[in-house]
């Protein structure tokens, strides 16, 4: 691993423990005032410049996100490859003729939810990398490998910020032999609510 890596996971755990909050009844880790309300900038940048140097060399065309959150670090990312970022929508646009479709159960909702990316966007041709804020329970992921399968992309990898290890969400993937990586991973909450980082 190296400095820069270190650097990278040693700065997104240490905002998590001293920002993030958690509640043990149910799972919850709320990260909103850096990551998914608020953004800090800064720590975007620099866990793109990690999954860039992660996923560099693997003959990625194409990055994908799913609304809303993983968005901000995977442009940044798709900046920094010079690719393009495609997100999935969880309600189609009326601009949009021809789309594959799934469904992804939504933690923050509490519901399911449809989504949908343009068949124009995600095809045969297509070897994308997706990434993520959150790796949970697996249902984005399980939602955007089958939307893969449905269009005859190929999923390199995946990424994310941050992943609930306790969650089971990395067996779903490893159980789908999908290369994963990520930058954080929250081992356990307590019940005092605290966290536990690997």
Known sequence: M???????????????LKK???????GVVLVGSFLNHQMD???????AEEFARIFKDQGINKIVTIEASGIAPAIMTGYLMNLPVVFV?????????ESWKSWV???????????CIDRNFLTENDRILFLDDFLAD???????????RQSG???????????KGFAGGGQFLRDHNIPYYALATITRINEDNSIELA
């Open 20 to 26: 993030g909050r958690a509640k043990a009844e149910g």
């Open 105 to 115: 159960w939504s933690f923050t909702r509490d519901g399911e939810t449809t989504v």
């Open 138 to 148: 697996g249902h984005a992921s399980g939602s955007i490998i089958h939307l893969c």
């Open 41 to 47: 900038a800064q720590l975007m940048m620099h866990c």
């Open 2 to 16: 190296s400095n820069q890596t270190n650097t990278v996971m040693e700065e997104l755990k240490q905002r998590i």
């Open 153 to 163: 992309a190929q999923i390199v990898g995946m990424g994310f910020l941050v992943e």
């Open 89 to 97: 929508k969880k309600k189609q646009p009326k601009t949009v003729e």
